[in-house]
T-cell receptor
């Protein structure tokens, strides 16, 4: 699985958009970009994933550059409860690949939302 | 609650003892994963199952570690002769199968080896 690079920490004002970058310059054509977050002492929580098109769900938006070498997770209106460690990972789509599915986590970005 | 559950949530044991953790995945999820997480680090992959078959094991999984998923439902992770370096959060996740299916994580089991 491709390695990802994220800034170790970021701050965001409550109510403002939080934009979390991720670099995955060695991503392969069959690898998806996934975002998870982990609130202190809990298991990681799935947020969103995408292949090459931008994606949006009720939690966040994912913007993937055209060359797929980087992406940005956007929390449109950050709240104090969004304070967490955010992980960007890339992994192979399964299909018939029995080795697909495991996630290789880096150290993530600690997002602190401030009042 | 139909999420992934793990038991126990906390375990304190003395060095040299054996411990066993249990993970109950989301019903109908045929893939189950084990990860280990130490303080300040992201989760590290240990092993995963598709149904009852253990398809991959990390080099992190020494011969003191064994995982089973006998009927393709719940899974157990056993650590024999625990060492202080085994102290960590052990996370379980499940997914619906191959493809771009997201993994759903349990709350983890916090192991402290004294």
């Amino acid at each position: 699985d491709a390695k990802t690079t994220q800034p170790p920490s970021m701050d965001c004002a409550e109510g403002r958009a939080a934009n979390l970058p991720c670099n995955h310059s060695t991503i392969s054509g069959n690898e998806y970009v996934y975002w998870y977050r982990q609130i202190h002492s809990q298991g990681p929580q799935y947020i969103i994933h995408g292949l090459k098109n931008n994606e949006t769900n009720e939690m966040a938006s994912l913007i993937i550059t055209e060359d797929r070498k980087s992406s940005t997770l956007i929390l449109p209106h950050a709240t104090l409860r969004d304070t967490a460690v955010y992980y960007c990972i890339v992994r192979v789509w399964g299909g018939g690949n029995t080795n697909a599915g495991k996630s290789t986590f880096g150290d993530g970005t600690t997002l602190t939302v401030k009042p | 609650d139909t999420g992934v559950s793990q038991n126990p949530r906390h375990k304190i044991t003395k060095r040299g003892q054996n411990v066993t953790f249990r993970c109950d995945p989301i019903s109908e999820h045929n893939r189950l994963y084990w990860y280990r997480q130490t303080l300040g680090q992201g989760p590290e992959f240990l092993t995963y199952f598709q149904n009852e078959a253990q398809l991959e094991k990390s080099r992190l999984l020494s011969d003191r570690f064994s995982a089973e998923r006998p009927k393709g439902s719940f899974s157990t992770l056993e650590i024999q002769r625990t060492e202080q370096g085994d102290s960590a959060m052990y996370l379980c996740a499940s997914s619906a199968g191959s493809g771009a299916y997201e993994q759903y994580f349990g709350p983890g089991t916090r192991l402290t080896v004294t």
